[in-house]
């Protein structure tokens, strides 16, 4: 059974870090895309990076990038999404999610095929 599990959620203040973790299991973790996404109450979930587990390739959103770094331990099966200079507009549910077929460096909803359950993130002002 594909399942990815996702982690490193919390309250933080406005200027600090979260690691978030995404662990897979039941699939062979060496060729596939992983992404993260988030969703704020009220608005549609928004695409914020994604990586190669293959060859590291990454992309991001512009809204994120020089803030978020996304990395893969293949080793442990596990992606995570370094957050820095975090905002109150950060604050949303970010998720995990994985394309089993191919990557490619898009951050489309529909693009993926598999989910975490999700991990809360709360920045304080």
């Known amino acids: 059974e594909v399942q990815l599990v996702d982690s490193g959620g919390g309250l933080v203040q406005v200027g600090g870090s979260l690691r978030l973790s995404c662990t897979a299991s039941g699939f062979t973790f060496d060729d596939v895309g992983i992404a993260w996404f988030r969703q704020a109450l009220g608005k549609d979930r928004e695409g914020l990076s994604c990586?190669?587990?293959?060859?590291?390739?990454?992309y991001y959103n512009d809204s994120v990038k020089g803030r978020f770094t996304i990395t893969t331990d293949n080793a442990k099966s596990t992606v995570y999404l370094q957050m820095n200079s975090l905002k109150p507009e950060d604050t949303a549910v970010y998720f995990c999610a994985a394309d089993l077929t191919s990557w490619y460096p898009l951050l489309n909803v529909g693009d993926y095929n598999y989910w975490g359950q999700g991990t809360q993130v709360t920045v304080s002002s």
């Open positions: 990586i190669s587990s293959s060859d590291g390739s990454t």
